[in-house]
């Protein structure tokens, strides 16, 4: 019974893990292409999320429509995230690169991406308060048993779809031209810059892709769990970091692994321990591979650089 | 006659107060193998870094085919026919041979071509043409390696075979021999060669003068931000400034090691 017990959180646990691989990945390419720690990404996340429930719940502000399709209300919070962080990307990186010549070199980007994080944040708090909010969807009970054990089927194609998602990404970094001088704006932006690729018109493609990730993220989240909050980006930030680093600095097929290990870790350190103690197994595992395995599970020496 | 495809007039430059280069001009005349050289700290790098745009000159004029290069930043000057070699290598470490030299290609895509959703097409060609160009010069692919792994000598070929993917119509190369062995250094002089017999003008900053002498005819030589000399090689050593600046210096240096 036990064992049996154990493998529906496994189960749980992966399905947990697929909403952490995409906003992983969005920090690794931060952190990778851009060497920039992006802590706007979980207001991303949210907003994304709250954006779509807004919609869905009262429609346009000030009376301009009835209330959206839940989908097509999702649609349009991540295109909001992805707007959101092209404005990160224009007061932060960008200006920093303007003044100084180098964004990454300081560490005030970080701090100022910080100060979206929180604004982003009570902004959603003023319009909405802080309630965590139901998120009903067409399919909210479609699940999946077998010999006992039950799959829901929406997680599972979300699982499958955070994969399709971050290997379409992999191959887009692989192979296409873009991929190419985004890999090699993350080995050296200068010589990048001689070589005659347009570094201030590439790097926004970054930011698309960071907000993209992070509303698939939300709005997976949103479907799966039928709820939204605005806090609901600080939960996943926090284990998203630990994703991302425990699977490997830059390496995208390291934030899926490190995405499914910490979501595992999660709900079997809940089962177990109870609560409160997911942050401290995920956290305590991360401290203790990083003792023996300094650059992750497929990171590299050099943090970040040109890796995928 | 004289047909410069780069002219330099009264270039100067100061970094904090000290004067690096003081009214520079010389011209380069359309395919010439010219030799750019003088003592370390002649401001010889300065100068490359002015041309390429690197650093905006005080005074004086680039011009590259007879128009005025001012305001152009770097990565718009290589779309102009400008490549550069530097002089230490920045080829991507991680990336592999044939990726390194598809990046140079960059500078020829139009923006909004490059993102078009998975644009694949125009990478076969370009593909094609990188391996044409690696043959033709006698480099092997490397399949799987990255260029942190090859020698030296061999990444300084890739340089030079990457600023040729933007079709460059003046090649700047910054001590294209430094660090390289007497056999190395050969077969870039042959490489270099083909690539000037290809059309392509050709200048280059390098110490090493039996290199200079067998690759280049032309040759300016600098000497505390000044040019000192002008002209073909063969009458380098007849000119009374340069055996001052560069004999009177080994002179001093015999006598105080003696």
């Known amino acids: 019974m036990l064992f049996e017990q154990v493998l529906q959180q496994i189960i749980n646990g992966l399905m947990l893990g697929s909403i952490y691989i995409s906003v992983a990945v969005a920090f690794t390419l931060a952190i990778g292409i851009l060497n920039f720690l992006n802590f706007t990404i979980p207001a991303l996340y949210m907003l994304a999320g709250m954006v779509g429930w807004s919609l869905s719940q009262y429609g346009v502000p000030f009376g301009l429509s009835g209330p959206i399709n839940w989908a097509f209300a999702l649609f349009i919070g991540i295109i909001c995230a992805i707007l959101a962080s092209l404005l990160v990307e224009r007061f932060t990186y960008r200006y920093f690169k303007m003044k100084h010549g180098d964004a990454t070199e ?34 909210s009970n479609l699940d999946w048993r077998i010999g006992g054990f039950i799959i829901s089927i929406p997680q599972l194609l979300s699982l499958v779809f955070s994969i399709l998602i971050v290997a379409g990404l992999s191959v887009l970094l692989k192979r296409s031209k873009v991929g190419r001088a985004l890999r090699a704006i993350a080995e050296n932006p200068d010589a990048a810059t001689i070589m005659g690729i347009d570094v201030d ?23 799966n769990y039928h709820e939204v909050s605005p806090y609901m980006g600080d939960h996943v930030g926090t284990k998203a970091i630990a994703a991302m680093v425990i699977g490997g600095l830059g390496s995208v097929w390291g934030a899926i692994a490190g995405g499914l290990i910490v979501g595992l870790s999660e709900t079997l350190s809940i089962y177990f321990f109870g609560a409160s103690s997911a942050q401290i197994t995920v956290w305590g595992l991360l401290l203790v591979l990083l003792v023996f395995r300094p650059t992750g599970l497929f990171g590299h020496n050099a943090i970040g650089k040109g890796k995928f | 006659m004289s047909d410069p495809i780069l002219r330099l007039e009264d270039i100067s430059k100061s970094f904090g107060g000290v004067r690096v280069l003081e009214k520079v001009s010389f011209d380069v005349e359309r395919g010439a193998r010219h030799a750019l050289i003088g003592p370390n700290g002649a401001g010889k790098t300065t100068l490359f870094n002015v041309i390429s745009g690197i650093h905006d000159p005080e005074q004086g004029k680039v011009l590259l085919e007879g128009k005025d290069l001012k305001g152009i930043p770097s990565r718009k000057r290589i779309k102009k026919g400008l490549s550069r070699s530097f002089q230490n290598i920045r080829l991507m470490p991680h990336l592999s041979v044939l990726e390194n030299v598809m990046l140079g290609q960059h500078s020829r895509f139009q923006f909004l071509d490059m993102v078009k959703p998975l644009n694949f097409s125009a990478k076969s060609t370009g593909k094609a043409e990188a391996i044409e160009t690696l043959n033709s010069f006698g480099i092997d692919l490397y399949e799987g390696q990255t260029v942190s792994s090859l020698p030296y000598g061999i990444r300084k070929k890739i340089e030079v075979v990457r600023a040729l993917m933007s079709e460059p119509q003046l090649l700047l190369l910054d001590e294209p021999a430094a660090g390289l062995n007497t056999a190395e250094t050969n077969t870039l002089r042959d490489l270099l060669k083909e690539v000037s017999n290809r059309g392509i003008t050709l200048l280059l900053v390098d110490h090493d003068m039996p290199f200079v002498n067998s690759l280049c005819e032309q040759v300016s030589v600098m000497n505390f931000g000044q040019l000192i000399y002008d002209g073909p090689i063969s009458d380098l050593k007849k000119d009374e400034k340069v055996l001052e600046a560069y004999l009177g210096m080994d002179e001093k240096s015999e006598r105080s090691n003696a």
């Open chain 1, 106 to 139: 300081h560490a005030i980007p970080l701090v100022s991406s910080l100060g979206f994080l929180l604004i982003f944040e009570y902004i959603i708090l003023i319009a909405h308060g802080s309630d965590t909010r139901g998120f009903s969807t067409a399919f």
């Open chain 1, 201 to 223: 018109r590439i790097v926004p493609i970054v930011f698309i892709l960071i907000g993209f990730l992070c509303g698939i993220s939300a709005a997976i989240f949103a479907i």
